[in-house]
Nanobody
Framework: QVQLVESGGGLVQPGGSLRLSCAASGRSIFSANAMVWYRQAPGKQRELVAA???????NYADSVKGRFIISRDNATNTVYLQMNSLIPNDTAFYYC?????WGQGTQLTVSS
């Protein structure tokens, strides 16, 4: 079992940037098949935002391609989601997922 703790959410203006962190403990992120960021907006289903796989390949939802970057730091067992050019539709709870475990989520609100 892995424990995942997200942080870095908050309120940001449209066009702004923010970086989310997902700190893992209990298991190494290096060994995970994938580390994944999901998000869920009010009234909507949870959707995959970005994933980084064990060999370093990444994939993104079409809605965030070119704006978001997922990365990981094996030394600190942390996965990041750099979010740029934020728009109101990015407003959601963002969750980290790995080894079939979820973090508690962190809220991002994009609003002027």
């Amino acid at each position: 079992q892995v424990q995942l703790v997200e942080s870095g959410g908050g309120l940001v203006q449209p066009g702004g940037s923010l970086r989310l962190s997902c700190a893992a403990s209990g298991r190494s992120i290096f060994s995970a098949n994938a580390m994944v960021w999901y998000r869920q907006a009010p009234g909507k289903q949870r959707e995959l935002v970005a994933a980084i796989h064990s060999r370093g390949s990444t994939n993104y939802a079409d809605s965030v391609k070119g704006r978001f970057i997922i990365s990981r730091d094996n030394a600190t067992n942390t996965v990041y989601l750099q979010m740029n050019s934020l728009i109101p539709n990015d407003t959601a709870f963002y969750y980290c997922f790995a080894y079939a475990d979820w973090g508690q989520g962190t809220q991002l609100t994009v609003s002027s």
